[in-house]
């Protein structure tokens, strides 16, 4: 993308000026014509509470559903809205049938949180702590990864969890892979994908997974608080939504498993509500153009990163394994203590993550960044890291 229209498009978002952003993938800011639907929506229900709640609500939330299912490719009636990733991974850990002895087979990349999610679920069904597979060192080969991932099943294996791009480590898993050898071999997969809205192509229903867990805030640039979970109708009748309500505004009764989910309390759904806004701004912009761009920044991050600190990364080519993030490993030492340091010595917001007892820094890249923010990046960690020898 030319300098110039790269710079237009980040001016979308009203970023804090003393700020360098490479934090996309944790906390992912709205631009301004998101937001400004988001506040359109907000001021509705708060002008007339009333008429939104018992006559604008369920048809806008039914509208921005069906938006969002034909961007995912799903059926909208195997979509329901929550608030982001971990609220759907938990109604699926409350749901999923476990009995005892079954497996829960995840892998070593997955984000911490979700482990924790799946050892309580497994912890109150009686079933065996959750298996945590070893994936290869390094990343090369795909079908290296689906085969690490299946030589940890066993005959009491019931589900797979894995992320499509990994959190710690932002490597984009071959889910596909994943999810056809699981489905012959009769075994559920649960996809965490809130890294993969924007950054790759999806088509849910084609996928093959029993569900997919995903928060709408990281690239797609959607309010905070908007996610989703997909569940495959043969999973469906045994969801559990966890917080029971009306599930509709009376007079009207749930009758599909969806429906449990329009009506949860009286909460603000606006969030949910700009998710069209979001689909809509990064068709306009050109997801091509976006992936490009990101693409071409962290490819340029973990190339500087690399010559500067010589060491290997985890995979063994950027564009086979990585989209908008950089993911370089890091000379020993304290995580928090240098992700620290960056923002209060150099304004700069960036992960730096300590996994598997090795230090890496996670760079990603969204429409507002630059070659010369990871320049200043660069030079900051190099300033840094002399400091700590």
């Known amino acids: 993308m030319p300098a110039a229209a790269a710079t237009d498009l980040g001016r979308l978002w009203k970023l804090r000026p003393d700020t360098i952003y490479l934090n996309h993938g944790s906390f992912g800011p709205a631009p301004e014509p998101v937001l400004a639907a988001q506040r359109r929506w907000k001021a509705a229900l708060d002008e007339q509470p009333m008429d939104f709640f018992t006559r604008l609500h369920e048809p ?8 969002l299912a034909e961007w995912l490719g799903a059926a909208e009636d195997n979509l329901v809205f929550v608030e982001n990733a971990t609220h759907a ?6 749901s999923f049938p476990l009995a005892t002895g079954d ?15 799946w050892r309580r679920a497994c912890e109150r069904a009686g079933a065996a702590p959750p298996v945590i597979a070893p994936l290869p ?9 689906v085969e690490a991932v299946f030589a940890a099943v066993t005959p009491r294996t019931r589900l797979i969890v894995a992320s499509h791009i990994t959190s710690p480590t932002a490597l984009t898993l071959p889910v596909e892979a994943i999810c056809r050898r699981a489905a012959a071999a009769g075994i559920a997969v649960c996809i965490d994908g ?6 790759l192509d999806l088509s849910l229903d084609a996928l093959g997974c029993d569900y997919y867990a995903a928060s709408c805030h990281k690239w797609l640039s959607a309010p905070f608080g908007s996610g989703f979970l997909y569940v ?20 009207a009764t749930p ?33 091509e153009t976006f992936r490009q761009h990101a693409r071409e920044l962290a490819s340029y991050a973990r190339s500087r990163l690399i010559d500067r600190f010589q060491l290997p990364p985890l995979a063994t080519r950027h564009d086979d394994w990585h989209v908008a993030m950089a993911h370089v490993p890091l000379p020993p030492g304290d995580a928090r203590s240098l992700q620290q340091a960056l923002w209060h010595k150099h304004r700069i917001e960036v992960p ?3 996994w598997n007892g090795s230090r890496y820094v996670r760079v990603s890249c969204h429409l507002y960044n630059t070659r010369e923010q990871i320049d200043v990046l660069v030079d900051a960690l190099d300033q840094l890291l002399a400091s700590e020898a």
């Open 60 to 67: 806008a939330w039914r509208a921005a559903r069906k938006h």
């Open 89 to 94: 991974m938990n109604v699926i850990a409350d």
């Open 103 to 117: 497996e829960v087979l995840l892998n070593d990349h997955e984000y911490g949180a979700v482990i924790r999610i």
């Open 137 to 145: 060192r390094p990343f090369d080969d795909p079908e290296q990864v």
């Open 194 to 199: 809130p890294h993969a809205l924007a950054q």
């Open 232 to 251: 495959a109708p043969h999973r469906q009748a045994s969801v559990r939504v966890p917080q029971l309500s009306w599930g509709r505004l009376l007079p």
């Open 255 to 287: 009758a599909a498993w969806f429906e449990e989910f329009i009506w949860s309390g009286t909460r603000d759904p606006s969030p949910y509500l700009a998710i069209p806004d979001a689909i809509e701004l990064m068709r306009s912009v050109g997801l």
């Open 352 to 354: 730096i993550v300590d």
